[in-house]
């Protein structure tokens, strides 16, 4: 029984480009996770900025390490990009609800 092997892509990308593609989503999609936690903690923790900016800088290496791992494992780097965006705008609105 011959199993068919799945498509990376849909459009059919040179290997190194398909590379370049996934670290630009992990770039794009950690940096705007980075920023949504950051706005979200702004806006739920009762704390100065000063310590939120503090806590952020500490937590800033996980959204971007989630997104890393993300954009590697989705079928398309277009897949990676939606989904940190999404989460991104997720996190905003809840920050933007309080």
Partial sequence: MRVKAAASTPVSFAP???LA???AAAALGGYALCWALFYLLC???PFEK???WYLTG???PLPFLGSLLWA????TPGRALLW???GALAL???GWLR
């Avoid at 590697?72 to 079928?75: D, G, K, L, P, R």
């Fill in 16 to 18: 190194h480009a398909v």
């Fill in 21 to 23: 593609l996934r670290i």
């Fill in 43 to 45: 806006a739920w923790l």
């Fill in 50 to 52: 000063a310590t939120v």
């Fill in 58 to 60: 500490q937590l800033a």
């Fill in 72 to 75: 590697f494992v989705t079928a």
């Fill in 84 to 86: 940190s965006l999404a």
């Fill in 92 to 94: 905003t609105a809840l």
